[in-house]
């Protein structure tokens, strides 16, 4: 089987944006202030390690390539 890759319907997102809806925006995470690690050294669970949250601004579906996982083709246990 092949390995799956980014699915190229969605770009890896694993959703696609609905038509009424406008751009996502990138906001600082709160619980890290932006620095990606929490006080002790650790990724920040928030916003993984980006030091950013991305903010929904409108409506998204699950992508029905890859079902909503970003990867494609599909493994067989799916």
Do not use: Y
Not at 21 to 29: F, I, S, V, Y
Not at 51 to 73: D, H, N, Y
């Amino acid at each position: 089987m092949k390995k799956p890759e980014p699915c190229p319907e969605c770009h890896g997102k694993g959703w696609l944006e609905a038509a009424r809806g406008g751009e996502d925006e990138a906001k600082l995470c709160g619980l890290c202030n932006g620095s990606g690690s929490t006080p002790t050294g650790r990724t920040c669970g928030g916003c993984g390690g980006t030091g950013r949250i991305e903010v929904r601004t409108g409506e998204r579906q699950k992508c029905l390539k890859c079902m909503g996982t970003g990867r494609f083709p599909l493994s067989e246990d799916l």
